[in-house]
């Protein structure tokens, strides 16, 4: 650059009064924009810092769930976007909605002297060994080990409510028909029907070394572990009990 200024100042000597600001004025505004370029570029926010939090955070979240073999996309930040660059720690918004899986947004807040905050969408998966149905299976079907393999699928939806244990899902009945390679839901099965309405069932009562079988007759229909309103055919009486795994109900 000096060796530039030189040449340009002995060409400046040389030229007519008109002339000789020219060239100078012509250099001086070519080194402006280059400060301007290089102090702009500086002073900027990479992106990549952005996008790192955000998938760190995301992975973070879905761990803490119990997840792993997890995977996170993150879109990325429009180029235009040049944020400044905080003089603070960059800080992470999680969701409101406290999801972890399929598409998440993450927000990233610089409270610096120059605030600002970018949203950014991810999308987060993750890959669990389940429980699935062999075959297409009916309405009604009383799930038997032999129903389920256990394969791994990559899922996109929250696990909450995915069966992961197939012990949880034998003896369990289907609510609704079901195709082969189903992942099973809690929603998808309930516990099988064992009184049904206007059922004769034995009465247990009492306590203690003695026990009491009387018969009755179900009011409703229930499932181990409801309670069933039941009328005593020996007294008239209409009593409430709970419905154990054979089908009697239990007085108290």
Request: some cysteine; aromatic content about 2%; hydrophobic content about 40%.
């Amino acid at each position: 650059m000096t060796h530039v200024l030189q040449k340009t100042c002995s060409a400046i000597k040389k030229a007519e009064p008109k002339t000789l600001w020219k060239p100078l004025l012509a250099l001086l505004a070519g080194m402006g924009s280059q400060g301007t370029t290089a102090y702009g570029a500086e002073m900027t926010q990479p992106h990549e810092d952005i996008l790192n939090l955000v998938e760190f955070a995301a992975l973070q979240a879905a761990q803490e769930q119990g997840l792993d073999r997890v995977e996170v996309r993150v879109r990325p930040l429009d180029q235009r976007l040049r944020p400044s660059l905080c003089d603070r720690e960059l800080e992470i918004v999680r969701p409101h909605s406290g999801r972890v899986l399929g598409p998440v947004s993450y927000g990233v807040r610089c409270s610096g002297s120059v605030p600002w905050t970018l949203y950014l969408r991810a999308e987060v998966s993750a890959s669990l060994e389940l429980p699935v149905l062999v075959n297409a299976l009916p309405r009604g079907t009383i799930l038997a080990p032999g129903d389920l393999e256990m394969v791994t699928r990559r899922i996109t939806s929250q696990a909450n409510d995915i069966i992961v244990d197939p012990q949880m899902a034998a003896g369990m009945e289907l609510k609704r028909p079901l195709a082969a390679g189903s992942t099973l839901r809690h929603g998808h099965v309930d516990l099988p029907e064992l009184v049904s309405r206007g059922q004769m069932v034995t009465l247990i009562a009492g306590g203690a070394g003695v026990e009491v079988r009387m018969q009755g007759k179900a009011m409703g229909s229930g499932a181990e572990g409801d309670r069933l309103l039941v009328t005593n055919l020996a007294s008239g009486r209409r009593v409430e009990g709970l419905v154990l795994s054979d089908g009697s109900i239990r007085i108290p």
